[in-house]
């Protein structure tokens, strides 16, 4: 497993941007690495993700406005998000997976957006 720690998060107006950043314990380059977010009273979905070979997916509500990166160099994986609304408003996680091992949370990061 790895340990992860979230970055970024805070109270923006709608339209505006964030960019959240994650960063690993030790090398992330054979891990698929997600973003997740729970809003309360909701269960925890899929944002954004991206594969150890480096391709990425995003779920449909956030498409064209959030972009996830990864830095294996630095051990690091970023979400970029424009246009937010306040429906993003949510708790994002950080997580690293990869065969034969248990998924790796990190503490998460509240991003509010309200004018």
């Given at each position: 497993q790895v340990q992860l720690v979230e970055s970024g998060g805070g109270l923006v107006r709608p339209g505006g941007s964030l960019r959240l950043s994650c960063a690993a314990a030790k090398s992330i380059s054979r891990y698929s690495m997600g973003w997740y977010r729970?809003?309360?009273g909701?269960?925890?979905d899929l944002v954004a993700q991206t594969s150890s070979d480096g391709s990425t997916?995003?779920?449909d509500s956030v498409k064209g406005r959030f972009?996830?990166?990864?830095?294996?160099?630095?051990?690091?994986?970023?979400?970029q998000m424009n246009?937010?609304?306040p429906?993003?408003?949510?708790?994002?996680?950080?997580?690293?997976n990869r065969l034969f091992e248990p998924p790796s949370?990190?503490?998460?990061?509240?991003v509010t957006v309200s004018s």
């Amino acid at each position: 497993q790895v340990q992860l720690v979230e970055s970024g998060g805070g109270l923006v107006r709608p339209g505006g941007s964030l960019r959240l950043s994650c960063a690993a314990a030790k090398s992330i380059s054979r891990y698929s690495m997600g973003w997740y977010r729970q809003a309360p009273g909701k269960q925890r979905d899929l944002v954004a993700q991206t594969s150890s070979d480096g391709s990425t997916g995003y779920a449909d509500s956030v498409k064209g406005r959030f972009t996830i990166s990864r830095d294996n160099a630095k051990n690091t994986v970023s979400l970029q998000m424009n246009s937010l609304k306040p429906e993003d408003t949510a708790v994002y996680y950080c997580k690293a997976n990869r065969l034969f091992e248990p998924p790796s949370w990190g503490q998460g990061t509240q991003v509010t957006v309200s004018s």
